[in-house]
């Protein structure tokens, strides 16, 4: 079946500095979807890809969906201490509309 | 606007017993997605309803879990003869169409199996 993999699985670092994680499928996905999740809490949508190659920017965060629609990476710029929180990525294969989430990246700063 | 809810908040329940939880998705909502998420993994993908009908059971890991949505709004996750392996966060999302559209996450239930 269908595997979304996603790197690293943990994250720690220095408010200012940039974090980026990567999101893998092992079939074509129709979209993409990324999701935060603070401790806690539940997943809440972030941003949808659909395009092949597709880039799309919230502020400090930019999303990528690659050419093949099989992987995805989340950049943040500049990360502050709000942007603490664990990062899925989630999609359905291009033949059915299920969701198939990602480990998630946990992703820690510090003051 | 209300959000999705989800009853009960959380729920212990001894081995071997059988459990209902609750989904109210966004009015409107076609889609519900239940899912199952453990500590430190992403969301686990159980059963999907596109109206009353379940368009995709795949994920349900054994037939001790059977979910409804009779009337195409609130649904029912069931279990039956609970496993302390079952132990996990429940989650409810609803959207407004199939596979492509944002979901929007209810805050859970934390089931305890003793």
């Known amino acids: 079946g269908q595997q979304v993999m996603q790197i690293p699985q943990y994250q720690h670092v220095q408010e200012g500095e940039d974090f980026t994680t990567y999101c893998n499928s092992s079939?074509?996905?129709?979209?993409i979807q990324w999701y935060k999740q603070r401790p806690g809490g539940h997943p809440v949508f972030l941003i949808q890809?659909?395009?092949?190659?597709e880039v799309k920017k919230q502020k400090r965060l930019t999303f990528q969906f690659g050419e093949a629609k099989k992987n995805s990476s989340l950049h943040i710029t500049a990360t502050q201490t709000t942007d603490v929180g664990t990062y899925f990525c989630?999609?359905?294969?291009?033949?059915?509309?299920?969701?198939?989430f990602g480990a998630g990246t946990r992703l820690t700063v510090k003051p | 606007g209300a959000g999705v809810s989800q009853t009960p908040s959380n729920k212990v329940t001894e081995k071997g017993k059988y459990v209902e939880l609750r989904c109210d998705p966004i009015?409107?909502?076609?889609?519900l997605y239940w899912y199952r998420q453990s500590l430190g993994q992403g969301p686990e993908f159980l059963i999907y309803?596109?109206?009353?009908?379940?368009?995709?059971d795949s994920g349900l890991p054994n037939d001790r879990f059977f979910a409804v949505r009779p009337e195409g709004s609130v649904s029912t996750l069931k279990i039956q003869r609970t496993e302390r392996g079952d132990s996990a966060v429940y989650l409810c999302?609803?959207?407004?169409?199939?596979?492509?559209?944002?979901?929007?996450f209810g805050p859970g239930t934390r089931l305890t199996v003793l």
């Open positions: 999302a609803s959207s407004l169409g199939p596979g492509g559209n944002e979901q929007f």
């Open positions: 079939t074509t996905l129709s979209n």
């Open positions: 890809l659909v395009k092949s190659g």
């Open positions: 989630a999609g359905p294969p291009w033949n059915n509309n299920d969701m198939r």
């Open positions: 009015s409107g909502h076609t889609a």
């Open positions: 309803f596109q109206g009353t009908g379940a368009a995709d």
